[in-house]
Each structure stands twice: as C-alpha cells, then as structure tokens.
C-alpha cells in the first residue's frame, strides 16, 4: 500500500553550485539520498513548478522544489518475545548474531517469528522505523552477524554506506570441491529466469562481486573466507555455484551430499545430516553511523559448521598416506 508525499521549500543559498540531488539531501535530510534520486529520476521532482530529472542540474539558490512521490506505508507486525543474541548495543545500533532457521523480516510463509517482530519486543520504538530498522539481511539458514538501526538517521546513514561499500561483512563457508587459490567473483546476479524464488547469474543482471580466499583444504572440500563488496541476494551461494564449488549442504543450489572416497560412515551421516548452507557472517566492520568511529565485531563458528570442519579434518589425517 503506498502514501503520497508532499514536500516543497525554498532553495538556501548555501546550495549555490550544487547539483539538484546534493541539494534535496541536505533540504530532505529524512529520506535517504538513494530514495531522492529514484524520485528525481521517475518525475516526482519538480523545480519552480517543472519536473525535473537530471539529477546534476546545478542551483542557483531561491528556487522552490517540490516533492510529490508515493511511498510504500510500513505494516505494523505484532512484538514477539524472541531471544536475541546482542553482540552490541547502543543509542543508535544494535549488532546480533542470527541462528540458523530464524527468518529476518516477514514474508511469504513467515508470517511472524521472525528478527524484526523479536525487535520489537526488545524495543518497542523500532517500530517508527522502515522495516525496524533492519539495514541489510541475511537468509534464513545463514548464522551470524547483523547491524540494525534504531533511528532513522542511524539507518538513513547505514543504507548509504552499503551503498557505498564502506561496510566489511566477512563470511566463512565449507564448499564442495578442491579449490587451490583464492579469487574473485565478478559476476551479475538477477532473479532465475524459470525459478522465480532463486536466483542467478545473468546478463541483464545488477553488478555483484565477491572475493574469496582458502583457509583449509580438505580432500574433496574447502573452507573459505569470503568478504562482499555487493550484497545481493544469495549472492555468495549463487556466486559459488556458479564456479562450480557449491556450499555443502545448499538446498537450493546444489550442495547435496559429497563424501570423499573412503570416507567413514560417521562423516557420511554428518553431511547427511547437514540440511543448511555451511555459510556464517563471521566480522562485521563500520563506521558508526553517529559518532563516526570505526567499529568491528566477531562471531564464532556456530557449532554445526564446526563439527562438519572437524569431520572433514579427521577425514584428510586418516586418508593422507593414501591419498600421496
């Protein structure tokens, strides 16, 4: 459901020289910058009573600007007594480190028990804010670090610095296959052409790039690190299949099952019985987004990936002499 908007006001002369986008960020400091360009691209903008949309038309200071453009009216989902595991929490943000099988916002099958409803039970007030606050996501059966907003100027001010990739989010991962190097993924990711719940890499789309390096081999397995420099969805899955090393135990993009051979009946049944993606935000580093400090936290390797870790260890002792 979307609400109109209506703004207007008076140029200051302070805006002399600068472009039409940079003026109604400091004249509309309550909406993000990407927000206001997207209306100043669809028309929504009008100087001195004409639509304009060139974002890079300069000001000369006086002119009025007007702002009528619709925006989606957030849905008030019901507080849950949910625990939070809060690495960090003050003022303005709030860092947790998400289990598996927790969803992060409401949706198609998910109605409630989510992040966001365990928000607002923590703090009632997330509920004056865009999605509560939530900045970024992760997907239901990735653990690990989050950063959440809990004003709208904490927010605005996060959403632009993923924007403008000044947030390190750092990923450990187990995928199939031996990969003997590090690397990067340079590849565009959109929705899959027949598969409207997955995604993939095509042509047409947008720009996502993963970089990766190998912290253990194992005989038919790697651990990773992996930072972002985009964040779409599913991006490192998607990217790591598509390079063929799919993360064990992806459901959705080919990480069944692939014991090495030999392997024992105990490291088959724990990769069986792995139903996840092996994949854990492990670091999370910015600046935060009031007092401009740079800030970075940690989260252990849930026990799960762990234990997988360890089979696999085992398994490359065990097999070494035969294997050489």
């Known amino acids: 459901m979307a609400e109109k908007i209506q703004h207007q006001d008076i140029v200051p002369d302070s805006c002399l020289g600068k472009r039409l986008d940079q003026t109604i960020a400091q004249m509309f400091p309550d909406y993000s910058r990407s927000r206001l360009k997207d209306w100043i691209l669809d028309g929504s903008v009008q100087v001195n009573g004409e639509v304009v949309t060139r974002a890079r038309e300069k000001m000369m200071g006086g002119e009025t600007i007007s702002i009528n453009a619709a925006v989606e009216v957030e849905v008030h989902y019901k507080a849950q007594d949910i625990k939070l595991d809060i690495v960090y929490e003050d003022d303005d943000i709030l860092v947790i480190n998400k289990p598996a099988g927790l969803v992060v916002h409401p949706g198609a099958g998910n109605p409630d028990g989510t992040v966001l409803n365990a928000l607002l039970h923590h703090c009632p007030e997330q509920d004056k804010l865009p999605r509560a606050g939530i900045v970024h996501r992760l997907d239901k059966d990735t653990t690990g670090l989050m950063v959440v907003a809990k004003t709208i100027a904490a927010q605005t001010n996060l959403v632009e610095s993923l924007q403008a990739r000044e947030i390190t989010r750092e990923y450990e991962a187990i995928a199939n296959g031996i990969m003997t190097a590090g690397g990067v ?17 095509v042509l047409s789309g947008r720009p996502s790039v993963t970089h990766y390096r190998v912290v253990e081999k194992y005989r038919l397995h790697t651990r990773l690190r992996l930072r972002l420099e985009t964040g779409r969805t599913h991006q490192i899955r998607v990217h790591m299949s598509h390079i063929q090393h799919p993360l064990v135990g992806d459901p959705v993009y080919g990480g069944r099952p692939r014991p090495p051979k030999n392997a024992s009946e105990e490291l088959r049944e724990i990769l069986r019985g792995f139903k996840r993606q092996a994949l854990h935000a492990a670091l999370l580093s910015l600046y935060h987004p009031i007092t401009g400090e740079l800030m970075t936290w940690t989260a252990p390797v849930p026990d799960d990936m762990v234990k997988v870790a360890l089979a696999l260890q085992e398994d490359a002792k065990l097999n070494i002499v035969e294997d050489f």
């Open 185 to 201: 993924v340079d590849e565009p990711i959109g929705r899959h052409a027949t598969k409207r719940t997955h995604m993939a890499v």
